[in-house]
């Protein structure tokens, strides 16, 4: 169950459940709990559907990559590490298909008894105990690994019964149906609760002890009795038609919003919504697998092997940030008055200190700043910000107020307030929203004159715009494309700078390709450049 659930925190937010969903492998709500393995069974199979899917799809990336490049392709597995090198999000998949495996390996050394298999996965999982936090079996599977490894050297004897499969329990003739033991001893202690019979037992230390004689034996017995209705057919010749059915379906679903292992961008996106991540994610996963490894050979050479720390000292946490990133704490602003008045008060109690000893002027101290930002332009070191309709008031008795609208030919429009203005509505997609609210609107005010100039913010960094706008906070980052669905909360998805930069320059160059009746024109910035529609390669002429 660890292991599913360090699964679940990778894959946390990318998209994961919505494709299961959307693949009808699973509903919402259950989706959802496979991220925290609620039900053991559903969610490794959800992993096993995920994880051929993921192989079929790295597959059909590498035949379309042998199309393109015919002369002197690449093996899978170089193709396999240059691509991860070189694409976040294909390297992410590839981890996500790395940990399922590693999952599934376990379970595979458990069913066949395998006990190398046992250990080598072992050694493969503790890595990403170590690397998402799960400190508790950081620090104590290190522990039976190295005991195991050590059992043909302390005690030989039970490393052969090891060896021979010894370390599980067969209780039925199926194949690939050995358990671990403590499963085993759940499942007899099921068969005998099925009926009452541990009820009250812990009660009376007699009648504890017998049933802990009597249970395995008498479950045992009802297992021979169920399995006497029962026949066993030759296993080697069945097939999952639903297991077939299901990876189809995820690979479709995956297929359709964009093989992950085909993306060539420096991007890290989710599958569905194509929210990108913020760099810090990106190098989380280009490091998870380095850092998680650094930290088991750390701690096996210092506290196994060296023993320079104590075994249950604190293991530092990495708090990684991947695509369900931890919100970060804000600090109180009460907290920061209090400290600023401790401060204030210090401060004046040296200056009376010293104006008792010298002759002292606190008109000449009050003549220079005190404080490390001035309080009357600043909030805690935040720049005071007004309400800029506050100086409309003082504006209006500057002009003469007129009654009628003046005659104009041409109309100038404010990109970003139109686009604020305008919410989607009905419009799923950033190609619908650009056809049926934005151009439509467009159209309606052209109607009006005979040109339009649409003019579009550009973000400068490090500018005093831009730390007011992130005083607002920062909405989720997002591909804008035509088939990308619009995220539910409009505003916040304005809020990111990237986002209406993107969608800037995607609705300039939708209403570039309009067509416009007789002399009509519409002239749009872009990013630095200038669209116009229809396109023309004279001079624009001067506004009136």
């Not at 899917?53 to 392709?73: D, F, M, N, T, V």
């Not at 007899?188 to 504890?208: F, H, Q, S, W, Y």
């Not at 008031?393 to 009628?404: H, I, R």
């Not at 209406?500 to 990013?527: C, D, N, P, Y």
């Amino acid at each position: 169950m660890a292991a599913l659930k360090a699964a679940g925190n990778l894959l946390q937010g990318s998209g994961w459940t919505d494709a299961l969903v959307s693949a009808e492998i699973a509903s919402s709500g259950t989706a959802d709990s496979f991220l925290t393995a609620a039900h053991v069974k559903r969610t490794r199979y959800a992993h096993q559907v995920t994880a051929a899917s993921l192989s079929i799809l790295q597959h059909i990336a590498y035949r379309k990559y042998l199309q393109s490049e015919p002369e002197q392709p690449m093996e899978f597995s170089t193709w396999t590490a240059a691509s991860s090198k070189e694409y976040p999000l294909f390297q992410y998949w590839c981890l996500v298909l790395e940990i399922e495996l590693d999952i599934l390996g376990f379970v595979q050394a458990i069913r066949e008894a395998n006990f190398p298999r046992y250990v080598a996965s072992l050694q493969q999982l503790v890595i990403w105990y170590f690397a998402l936090d799960h400190t508790h079996y950081s620090r104590w599977i290190p522990v039976h690994i190295r005991d195991m490894l050590e059992l043909p050297h302390t005690h030989p004897s039970i490393a052969r019964e090891f060896q021979a499969g010894k370390f599980t329990v067969q209780k039925t003739l199926r194949v690939f149906s050995a358990m671990a033991i403590d499963q085993a001893h759940e499942q007899n202690n099921r068969n005998i609760k099925d009926d009452g019979g541990a009820v009250g037992l812990t009660e009376t230390p007699v009648a504890l002890q017998r049933w802990m004689v009597a249970g395995p034996e008498i479950a045992r017995l009802v297992t021979e009795f169920e399995d006497g209705f029962t026949t066993v057919e030759n296993q080697s010749t069945i097939s999952n038609p639903r297991f077939k059915t299901n990876v189809q379906a995820l690979v479709n679903v995956i297929e359709n919003q964009g093989n992950p292992f085909e993306e060539k961008s420096k991007d890290l996106l989710t599958l569905t919504t194509k929210d990108l991540a913020s760099p810090a994610v990106v190098k989380s996963v280009r490091d998870i697998k380095t850092i998680g490894q650094q930290q088991y050979t750390t701690f096996v050479q210092e506290r196994l092997i060296e023993r320079s720390k104590p075994l249950k000292e604190t293991i530092a946490q990495n708090k990684l940030p991947l695509f369900k990133e931890r919100k970060p704490r804000l600090t109180s602003n009460t907290k920061g008055k209090l400290a600023a008045a401790r401060n204030d008060s210090q401060l004046f109690s040296r200056l009376y200190i010293g104006c008792q000893n010298r002759d002292g002027d606190l008109d000449n101290f009050f003549e220079h700043e005190n404080q490390a930002y001035p309080p009357s332009l600043t909030d805690n070191g935040n720049m005071r910000h007004g309400t800029k309709s506050d100086l409309l008031g003082c504006m209006e008795q500057l002009v003469d107020v007129q009654s009628e609208h003046p005659q104009a030919t041409v109309l100038i429009l404010d990109g970003a307030v139109i686009v604020q203005m305008l919410k989607p509505g009905a419009a799923k997609t950033f190609l619908e929203y650009s056809q049926t609210v934005f151009i439509p609107y467009i159209r309606s005010q052209l109607n009006k004159v005979s040109r339009i100039d649409i003019v579009w913010d550009v973000y400068v960094p490090n500018s005093l715009k831009a730390s007011t706008r992130s005083q607002r906070g920062t909405g989720t980052r997002r591909r804008v494309l035509p088939g990308v669905t619009i995220p539910g909360n409009w505003q916040a998805f304005l809020r990111n700078d990237a986002n209406k930069s993107e969608l800037f320059v995607f609705l300039a160059q939708q209403v570039a390709r309009e067509e416009v009746a007789g002399s009509k024109k519409v002239i749009l910035t872009s990013g630095e450049d200038v669209l116009c529609c229809p396109s023309e390669d004279a001079a624009i002429p001067l506004c009136t």
